[in-house]
């Protein structure tokens, strides 16, 4: 299985202009997990993106292949240093938001598995949301999980849409949309508080306008803005 994802992975990079030493240069490496994808980005002293460098794979039905990753993991240069890797971000459609109000750790497993399909090798995990007084609540796969612990023991592990949903906007109308090659997180913001929070996958981009417009209209927002990242 190995040979085969190393044969058919597709990879991109970038890298800024004047970083001399590019590992040397790099500070903080923040990693992005997604199904069949990895990306890694590097940063400098100051915050500024020093190398951005991507894979993925399309060969094989499964969506999270195992020896994709940890290939991935021993291999890429951005990852060498654990003592760099600051943040882990888990691309994953599988995601409910629960006030603190009504939080209950031991049932939150079971609100998500009746939204959304949750395998008996997931691990279910969470995370607070102290800017909206509420818990992210997501699935992703248990063998992902240790790969992570295993290679990067010391970061923090999220899932992608805990980035968008620790900001605040002062009382502004936005819609934060992060696309990647197969899905779009969206969050939508009226008078600095969250209105919805999804993920979807995605063909064309007018799937991911079409989703955008429906969330606005479902939550009376004419004028917003809106914030693109991939």
Same mark, same amino acid.
Request: hydrophobic residues 40%.
């Given at each position: 299985? *190995?040979?085969?994802?190393?044969?058919?992975?597709?990879?991109?990079? /970038?890298?800024?202009?004047?970083?001399?030493? *590019?590992? +040397?240069?790099?500070?903080?490496?923040? =990693?992005? =997990?997604?199904?069949?994808?990895?990306?890694?980005?590097? /940063?400098?002293?100051?915050?500024?993106?020093?190398?951005?460098?991507y %894979? !993925?794979?399309?060969?094989?039905?499964? !969506?999270?292949?195992? !020896?994709?990753?940890?290939?991935?993991?021993?291999?890429?240069?951005?990852?060498?240093?654990? $003592?760099?890797?600051? +943040?882990?971000?888990?691309?994953?459609?599988?995601?409910? &938001?629960?006030?603190?109000?009504l939080y209950?750790?031991?049932?939150? +497993?079971?609100?998500?598995?009746? *939204?959304?399909?949750?395998?008996?090798?997931?691990? &279910?995990? $969470?995370?607070?949301?102290?800017?909206?007084d509420?818990?992210?609540?997501?699935?992703?796969?248990?063998?992902?999980?240790?790969?992570?612990?295993?290679?990067?023991?010391?970061?923090? @592990?999220?899932?992608?849409?805990?980035?968008? *949903?620790?900001?605040?906007?002062?009382?502004?109308? &936005?819609?934060? %949309?992060?696309?990647?090659?197969?899905?779009?997180?969206?969050?939508v /913001?009226?008078?600095?508080?969250?209105?919805?929070?999804?993920?979807? /996958?995605?063909? @064309?981009?007018?799937?991911?306008?079409?989703? #955008?417009?429906? =969330? %606005?209209?479902?939550?009376?927002?004419?004028?917003?803005? #809106?914030? %693109?990242? @991939?």
């Amino acid at each position: 299985m *190995l040979d085969i994802i190393k044969t058919a992975v597709n990879k991109q990079q /970038y890298a800024g202009p004047d970083t001399g030493n *590019l590992m +040397a240069s790099v500070k903080k490496v923040v =990693l992005v =997990l997604g199904p069949r994808s990895l990306m890694s980005v590097g /940063y400098g002293d100051k915050g500024e993106i020093f190398a951005i460098r991507y %894979c !993925d794979y399309n060969n094989v039905t499964s !969506d999270w292949i195992g !020896d994709f990753y940890e290939h991935q993991f021993i291999t890429e240069p951005l990852l060498a240093d654990e $003592e760099k890797i600051a +943040a882990v971000f888990i691309s994953t459609d599988r995601t409910v &938001v629960i006030p603190a109000s009504l939080y209950n750790s031991s049932e939150a +497993a079971n609100w998500l598995r009746k *939204l959304h399909l949750v395998e008996n090798d997931d691990v &279910v995990s $969470e995370y607070k949301l102290g800017s909206d007084d509420a818990y992210l609540t997501y699935a992703w796969p248990q063998m992902l999980q240790e790969l992570v612990k295993r290679y990067f023991s010391k970061a923090q @592990t999220f899932s992608i849409n805990a980035a968008q *949903l620790n900001r605040s906007f002062k009382n502004s109308t &936005v819609v934060q %949309c992060n696309i990647s090659i197969r899905e779009a997180a969206i969050t939508v /913001y009226k008078g600095n508080k969250l209105q919805a929070s999804e993920t979807i /996958y995605y063909n @064309t981009a007018e799937d991911i306008a079409y989703r #955008i417009q429906y =969330l %606005c209209k479902s939550n009376n927002i004419e004028d917003a803005q #809106i914030r %693109c990242t @991939t």
